[in-house]
């Protein structure tokens, strides 16, 4: 029998291998939550498993609210202080 944080961990690896970058960095957050604070190495991959995904979430975010895709600008050559 699965145990409550390896059901949810094999959720957010599922979401991850299936590109659903957004759902699974959520998903990674309530494995954080589950997990106890005592174990800060397993809490610290979470973290960074997170992280990857949001980062990839923000990259790759294909048509949302109307953007067809994600571009990086460099704002500082357009006058916009940072």
């Known amino acids: ?3 409550t944080f390896q059901k949810e961990s094999a959720l957010a690896e599922k979401l991850e291998s299936q590109y659903q970058w957004r759902r699974a960095a ?3 957050l309530v494995v954080l939550d589950i997990t ?3 174990n800060d ?3 610290e991959q979470i973290i960074a498993r997170r992280a990857h995904c ?3 979430g923000n990259f790759f975010c294909g048509e949302y609210s109307g953007i ?3 571009h ?3 704002l500082t050559n357009m ?3 940072a």
């Open 1 to 3: 029998m699965m145990t």
């Open 36 to 38: 106890p604070a005592t």
């Open 41 to 43: 190495h397993l809490r």
């Open 79 to 81: 006058g916009v202080a």
């Open 54 to 56: 949001i980062t990839y």
């Open 72 to 74: 990086l600008v460099d």
């Open 68 to 70: 067809s895709e994600a």
């Open 26 to 28: 959520r998903q990674w």
